[in-house]
């Protein structure tokens, strides 16, 4: 019984490490998570309209880093065959997912970029636009692919 347990808590305890050591926290409920997570994408990137249009820049670098903070969380939100009937995700994820993982990192760099573009405070209206507009199609290029239509 003992001798059991103990083995039963030292797998625990492997199997802790070898997540840890993949850099890939698994989420308890996944699709909830990234649900909520895209949710917030939609306010962030509206947050941002918000500010383009007002001309306020500093107020665009924390919803920036937001959307680079969560897009670098993507992939591990998707575990293999993760759909459900709440769910909007498409099977071509699971059979292209370097390409998904690589749509998802194209999202980060570009949230990134405008992140430090309107941190530096100096950037033109012209200059966001544009960063912005690369953050924008990140979005569409993805669910053009992988995303079901409303
Ligand atoms: C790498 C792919 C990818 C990128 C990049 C991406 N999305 Fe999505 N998005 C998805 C997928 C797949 C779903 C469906 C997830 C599900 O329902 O399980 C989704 C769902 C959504 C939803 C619907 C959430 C709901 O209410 O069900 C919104 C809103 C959304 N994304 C906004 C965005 C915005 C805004 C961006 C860019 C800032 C973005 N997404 C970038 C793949 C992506």
């Known amino acids: 019984m003992k001798a059991s347990l103990r083995s039963i808590v030292f797998s625990a305890a492997a199997a802790g490490t070898l997540l840890a050591s993949t850099g890939m926290v698994l989420a308890a409920d996944p699709i909830a998570e990234r649900i909520h997570g895209f949710k917030d994408n939609k306010h962030a990137v509206?947050?941002?309209?918000?500010?383009?249009?007002s001309g306020h820049q500093a107020a665009i670098t924390?919803?920036?880093?937001?959307?680079?903070?969560?897009?670098?969380?993507?992939?591990?939100?998707?575990?293999?065959?993760?759909?459900?009937?709440?769910?909007?995700?498409?099977?071509?994820i699971w059979d292209n997912f370097?390409?998904?993982?690589?749509?998802?990192?194209?999202?980060?760099?570009?949230?990134?970029?405008?992140?430090?573009?309107t941190a530096t405070g100096k950037a033109t209206p012209a200059q966001v636009k544009t960063a912005f507009v690369k953050v924008a199609e990140s979005c569409k290029a993805c669910h053009l692919r992988y995303k079901e239509e409303e």
């Not at 897009?71 to 769910?87: C, E, K, Q, V, Y």
């Not at 993982?101 to 992140?115: E, F, P, R, V």
């Open 46 to 53: 509206a947050a941002i309209k918000d500010a383009m249009a």
């Open 98 to 117: 370097p390409d998904f993982t690589a749509k998802a990192q194209a999202l980060q760099s570009n949230a990134q970029a405008l992140a430090d573009l």
């Open 62 to 92: 924390a919803p920036a880093k937001q959307i680079a903070a969560f897009a670098a969380r993507i992939p591990s939100l998707f575990p293999a065959g993760s759909t459900n009937d709440d769910s909007k995700a498409r099977d071509a």
